[in-house]
């Protein structure tokens, strides 16, 4: 809503007015002389931004710091800073490409300023632009990727926002590559375990079964490489796991059809592929499969007549207790987005004007450290330079008086 994207709360903050190009000279002579640059002056260079070209400049000093002594301590709301300044001045690609390069650039947001990109992006219609494009890392599914990595489906709203993203790509039936199959499906699988409803139960089916591909087609580790994935072997058993639950609950979970007609396609394909596969073992050294396929991973292909009949069953039974939604999943997405993200948004906008405050508490008393330590420095150069005026004199003064003694 535009209460939740509001500016004037982070606008209303103190700013510390700096001269860009006086502070950029400054940082570069530190630098050069290999001495930290505090954690406030990064924080001075973000919030003075006031244009485009001045974004490009901050994300050079961005990067610059974290490879610096004091990479440990930029500052939450210098990250939140730099990605509001990107959002304001048109450079949302920069927010993007310091954020999938985070450990370059120690861009590592919270819940809220994920859900400010999130929703940038929504807001344009941009889920997953296409490979051909070139911008392939700039989409709202890129985003939540990155929250996935970082494990940070807490808020109701930023599961509520990725579900919207996901569901909606995933409603244009796009052409995957496996290392797309796989982060939508690790996305899916983690934000869907955080809701035992109709809406994550189905996204963790279709996580399930994404990772499963990957896992029938390339071996295990190509799923969890990278990734805050179980390793174990077995993840279309784990979808069916999933149905299995729906089918036993009580209430009144169900899963949406689109998603057990994905499994359904999904398993004959694997089928197929596994046949074909072991009716021409006799090819030459090119058609070999670069990706490492162990036995454990040829014992799970093996399973897949028994995950099939067990489908089939699970299918029938859910079918017959009522349990399949006619609704899409990307309907069921949308009607959840409607339903709970305004009541999602409130304590969200609470707390972060909390968080905002204790962030102003924090930078007031950095500055006063950064007055009193430079206080210090300036009256110990005072004192050094009272010493050796001192000895100056002192030795001016012995040297007349050797001079009058001859």
Known sequence: SAAYTDTRVWEATEKDPQNLALLASAMDKMYDRNLPVSS????RFVDNISSREEVDQAEYYLYRFRHSPNCWYLRDWTIHGWIRQCLKYGAREKAMHTLKNKVQYGIFPDDFTFNLLIDSYIKDGDFKVEAHTGHEDASACSVVEEVMLQEAFDLPSTR????YALGSYLATRPQLTVSEERALGASLLICGLKQDNTVGLSAQLLGNALLGKVENSKG?????KGMPLFWGHGYIGRALAVMERVASASGDVKLSKDTLDFMHDLLQKLSSDSDSSSGD???????KKEDTIDEDDQAEQAKLPQYASRFKELSSQLESQGKVDSASFQALV???AQQNLAAAEKPDVEQYESRVQAWEAEKRRLVQREKEMREKAEKELREKAEQEKKERLRSAKAAAQQAQRQ
């Open 281 to 287: 073992e006799s090819g030459g050294e090119e058609e």
């Open 220 to 224: 295990i580790h190509a799923v969890f």
């Open 160 to 163: 509520i926002l990725s579900l």
């Open 334 to 336: 949308t009607s959840l």
């Open 40 to 43: 406030l002056t990064m924080s």
